[in-house]
C-alpha cells in the first residue's frame, strides 16, 4: 500500500512533461525537473497526485519532498514569497544599499571597502533606511539570498557580546 500525496493546483497553470514540472501563474513561471524515474505523477483536473513505485521509505519520503516543492510553487506563482533582513549597528553608522545587481554594505564596523553581495535576477531587494525586503516567487531562492545576505554581512574575530553588528532575518520566506 502506497501513499498519494495530493497537491491542490487550481488558479494555476500546471504541465507536465517527461521530466519537467511547469507552474505558470499571475506573478510568473516556475520549472522543477523529476530526477527520480519511480515517480508517477498524475493531473486530475485541479489535483496533482505524486506516488512512488513501491512502498519504500525513501521513494515515499522523494515522493512527499516533490509534492512539497509542487504546493511551494504553486503559492509562489500566486504571491510572491517575502524575507525580511534589518541592519543592526552599535559601534558605525552602516548603509545599505541596492546598486544594479549588488547590495553594497557601507561603513560597516568602520571598515573603509565596502561590502558588496551580487543579486540574482530573480529576486527583487528593496532597502529603506535599515530595513530589507527580499521578495521573489521562488521560496528556495529568496531564503537563499536572505541567508546569504546574513552570513557575508558579520562581524568575524571578535567577541559576539560585545560587537552584535551585522545583518538579520527578522522574517522568513
Known sequence: MS???????SGVDLNISENTITVKGK????????KYPFLQINLDGTTLHVDADRDIAYQKAIAGT???MVRN????????YTAELELIYMHFPATVKVSGDK?????FVGERKPREIKLPKDVEVKV???????SGIDKYLVGQVAGTIESKIQIKNKDRRVFKDGIFITKKP
Do not use: P, R, S, W
Open 3 to 9: 501513499t498519494k500525496f495530493k497537491v491542490d493546483v
Open 27 to 34: 506573478e510568473g513561471e516556475l520549472k522543477t525537473e523529476i
Open 66 to 68: 516533490l509534492a512539497a
Open 73 to 80: 510553487m504553486v503559492k509562489g506563482v500566486n504571491e510572491k
Open 103 to 107: 547590495l553594497i554594505v557601507e561603513n
Open 128 to 134: 529603506t533606511g535599515t530595513k530589507i525586503k527580499v
